[in-house]
Structure formats: structure tokens, C-alpha cells
């Protein structure tokens, strides 16, 4: 599992490496751009204006939100990719803290409309995920949604035959999101494919 140091060193090609796989319509990163956009098209359908970012890595889609007046808050751990996120959005609220630890003191009382999470939750353990969403849950408005993005399957046989399919490219420190599994945690969860290995993920409060 890369920690914040090895983000360091991805940041500067990062966004290169995932259009790279993206394009080539190869796991890991096979519908990401769909992932954002069926993100951002959620967002953009609601009338919130308050979002958190949670592992908003270089800002791909946080700085499309901002660009358009969203309020933007941040958390990531790297701080390379914080300093390339500010860059692009000098007034956002962008933290440096590691996640699975729970949010920062800083946002203690906070609530959001959006928490979103792109390709960053299959850091955590399954425990540690629905702990940690029922942590943001705290955290959303009343109508609020958690929208979180990532490699991600329906079932654990779709993962199972991604896993066959990508040979010696999976990557077994990872722990991706299952919605047969979320659900028994979150029966009220809805889950959109995306492509052969991701999907989005909208919590309600
Ligand atoms: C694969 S990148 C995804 C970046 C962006 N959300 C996107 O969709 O392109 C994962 C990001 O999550 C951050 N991250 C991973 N684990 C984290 C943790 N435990 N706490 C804070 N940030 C973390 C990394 O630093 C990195 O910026």
C-alpha cells in the first residue's frame, strides 16, 4: 500500500499514468473519467454548494467544482499533491492528514453537502471503510450525499474475474469497494457501474 511518501513521489505524473491506463481501458484506472463525471453530473444536479474532497490528490475534480463557486475543502496526506492541488485552488480549505485516522480536528464542526472520494477509500480495510462512512455521515447537511468513486465492483465474482483478467497488475495491498458487501452495512446504498473495474458509490444521510 503506497503511503504518504510514495504519493509524493507519484504526484508530478500522476495525472499522466492515469490517462495513460484510462485510455488504454485497462485496470486500475478503466472509467475514470466516467467515475468523475457521473460524480460531478450528481453534484451538479443537487443545489449543495459545500464539498470535501477526502484524497483529492492533484484536484481533478475538485478543481472543476471550484472553477464553477463550489466551496472547496480537502483532505490528503501527501504533501506534494497538496501543494500541486493549491496551485489551482488557492482559496480552498486543503488539510494535510491522514484519513484513516477519522477527519481532522479542523473540521470538527463542519457539515457538507458532498463528501466525495475518489480512488483514495480502497486504502482502507472493509471495518475501517464503513467506520470511517459512518464518521462522514456525521458530516453531510441534512439531503447531503456521500459520493465515493473507485476502482469497484457489484459482486465479489465481478472483482474475482477483474482479478483474473489483470494477471500480474492487480494489486493485492488494495481493498476495493463491493456493493453486494457495502450493503450489508448500507442496504439503502446505490451503486453505478462504470466500466469493467469501477463504479460510483451515493450514501444518503
Ligand atoms: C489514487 S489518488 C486519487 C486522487 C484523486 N482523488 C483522483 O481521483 O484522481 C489517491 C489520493 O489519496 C491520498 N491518500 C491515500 N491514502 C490516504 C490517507 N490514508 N489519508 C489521506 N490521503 C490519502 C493520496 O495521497 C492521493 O492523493
Redesign the pocket.
Known amino acids: 500500500m503506497l503511503g504518504?511518501k510514495g504519493?509524493d513521489l507519484w504526484a508530478d505524473g500522476y495525472d499522466k499514468s492515469?490517462n495513460l491506463s484510462e485510455e488504454a481501458d485497462e485496470y486500475p484506472f478503466a472509467g475514470y473519467k466516467k467515475v468523475?463525471a457521473g460524480i460531478y453530473g450528481i453534484i451538479k444536479s443537487g443545489n449543495g454548494k459545500k464539498i470535501l474532497d477526502v484524497?483529492?490528490?492533484?484536484g481533478?475534480?475538485s478543481k472543476k467544482l471550484y472553477d464553477e463557486k463550489y466551496l472547496v475543502y480537502g483532505?490528503?496526506?501527501?504533501g506534494r499533491?497538496i501543494e500541486i492541488a493549491k496551485q489551482k485552488m488557492p482559496d480552498a480549505v486543503l488539510i494535510q492528514?491522514?484519513?484513516?485516522q477519522g477527519l481532522p480536528p479542523e473540521l470538527a464542526g463542519e457539515t457538507f453537502d458532498y463528501i466525495i472520494c475518489?480512488?483514495?477509500i480502497h486504502?482502507l480495510e472493509d471495518v475501517q471503510k464503513v467506520n470511517t462512512l459512518r464518521e462522514w455521515m456525521e458530516h453531510l447537511t441534512e439531503g447531503g450525499k456521500i459520493l465515493v468513486g473507485d476502482v469497484a465492483f457489484e459482486t465479489l465474482d465481478e472483482m474475482e474475474c477483474c482479478k483474473v483478467r489483470s494477471g500480474e497488475e492487480w494489486d493485492e495491498d488494495e481493498s476495493y469497494p463491493v456493493a453486494e458487501v457495502l450493503k450489508q452495512e448500507f442496504p439503502s446504498l446505490q451503486f453505478q457501474k462504470m466500466s469493467f473495474c469501477s463504479g460510483v458509490f451515493s450514501f444518503s444521510g
Open positions: 504518504s504519493f492515469v468523475l484524497g483529492f490528490g492533484t481533478v475534480l483532505i490528503d496526506f501527501s499533491m492528514h491522514d484519513f484513516s475518489t480512488y483514495a486504502h
